[in-house]
């Protein structure tokens, strides 16, 4: 069975309010050696709002989420029997799969909203550089996803920025690539298609108010929804759609521009999000593109090229974009099956006309 065919519906447990921290010490009582596994911001966030009395070992990782760090520190913390993961979603994909290798129970203890890494059992590896190298995908899901939200509205804002366009995606994606199936879905498949529509749905309504809780640092509701959002229900969609709610167009757009450097210092969910313009254009959907625009506009996410500060070489940096975003092996063929570079820019150039 492939595994992509593995319906993962995410942790044993999800508890997600205000001052959440407090329950970390009840949850780690059936443990003998529970131990933390952090980055340095990330450590520091959780020191601030854990009001606990536990003294845990504390483990750093070295920022790659590499296969190679989740070695040293499985050496490291060897004879633990939980792994306590804080932090982005590197720091947690390095949990998930030390704890993986040890063969242990983790937790998951999200410090920023840029991704759904607290939820899912699985991590995105990177190689010692930091170039990309795989996913992994595990036996085990986190025994608890531990939500604060009283830590996470205090986050850096581009974190959830990128979070929300990120999710954003995951329905654009998922109905992108099942629109070309004939005959029913699968049921598990539907859930994950209805899921995606329940992201989608939130966050365009909730967005704007979520975001200005967060300047505020103030949790309410609105924030609290596109928190879930972000996090839990997006885990869900690839957990239970499978190979049918994976990365399509929105990411292919994402990976060709990685190729140029004015976007580096942009959020990976930044970039997905203006990349759901290019595959909506791209599948003749400009009417939800027109519908989109003045959300995008209002909680200022970058919709043209300029927002990226490309504006010299513009043509020749979009057709690069483009052809990368066409390849064989990129996604984009999943929403526009034998897409050609000639497409992807012409609706980029679209894209640029309606903005």
Known sequence: MRLSQVVRPGPGQFLSEVGALKYLDEKLAAFDQPVLITGELSFAAFQKHYPGSLELPVFHYDGTASHEDMERLSKQVKGTDCIIGVGGGRVLDTAKGTADLLNVEHITIPTVLGTCAAYTPLSAVYHSDHTFNEVDYYEKAPLLCLMDLDLLVASPKKYFMGGIGDTLAKWYEAEGITRHLEGELPAMVQVGLNTA??????????????????????VTTAFKRVAEAVVA??????????????????????????????????????????????????????????????????????????DFGIVDDLQEKAQQIAAFAAADDETFNLVVPNISPAVVYHSMEELERLS
């Open 197 to 218: 529509r329940v992201t989608q749905q939130l966050l365009l309504a909730d967005s704007q108010e979520a975001l200005a809780s967060m300047e505020r640092k103030e």
């Open 233 to 306: 229900i997006a885990g869900t969609v690839g957990g239970f759609a499978g190979e049918y709610g994976r990365m399509a167009g929105a990411h292919a757009i994402h990976n060709g521009m990685s190729l140029v450097s004015e976007t580096h210092a942009y959020e990976h969910g930044i970039k997905v999000s203006y990349g759901v313009l290019v595959q909506l254009l791209a599948t003749g959907d400009r009417e939800e593109v027109e519908r989109l625009l003045p959300f995008y506009k209002e909680n200022h996410f970058p919709h043209r090229l300029a």
